[in-house]
């Protein structure tokens, strides 16, 4: 393993190296930028909350030593990604506890959140499960106590300073603050996942 700095390199397996880094987002959309340059990165660039996961390196002793010397440009991650629209009807059954603990009212978490520009910063959970960071972090909200047996698919939620989206039905202890009929995860789709790392989201209110 490699520790320089901010950034830490370790080689995991034969293939990989795992990189812990202080902006997982940035340092994604900054390999990427370099991988789609022409220069041996990797052949998949996965991020994390905390680091980024790089599969596929032809030569991970030389990218090991080369990667600390690296650093992604200002604005980086902000210039990378395209925008979806997600319409959302809010109201689920943990609106009113996040306006309490926002310390407004229903009507202010949705304003809150159709005015933030999410950015899916990794992906995990579930397949299509992206985690939407973008909320500053005053506004992070805790988790329920238990986690609830079944959250039904197309559920948004809150937790700690994420925003997400349930693809399919499963437990989950989010706080629910309303639904879509979106499909996030459909493996007959070119990618089969709607929100992939770096994607800029807007949860919007859908029409009633």
Known sequence: MRDDGPVRVRQVGASAL????????????ELWRRREAGEA???????GARTVLLDGVPD?????ARLPG???????????????????????????DVADLWG???????????????????????PGFAYLAGLPPELAVPRLPAPRPAVPAGSVGLAG???????TASPGGWRLVGRTTVRLFDVDRDPPALLPPGTRVRLVEAPS
Do not use: H, M, N, Q
């Not at 902000?78 to 959302?88: F, R």
């Open 18 to 29: 795992l990189v812990e880094v202080d902006d997982p987002r940035a340092w994604f959309a």
């Open 41 to 47: 990165v990797a052949s998949e660039i996965v991020p």
């Open 60 to 64: 991970p002793a030389a990218l090991a």
């Open 70 to 96: 690296w650093a992604p440009r200002a604005g980086a991650a902000a210039d990378s990604g395209g925008l979806v629209e997600v319409p959302v009807t809010y109201g689920g059954p943990d609106l009113a």
């Open 104 to 126: 407004t009212c229903e009507r202010g978490v949705i304003e809150r959140l159709t005015r933030t520009e999410f950015r899916v910063a990794f992906c995990g959970f579930a």
């Open 161 to 167: 300073g994420y925003a997400g989206i349930y693809p």
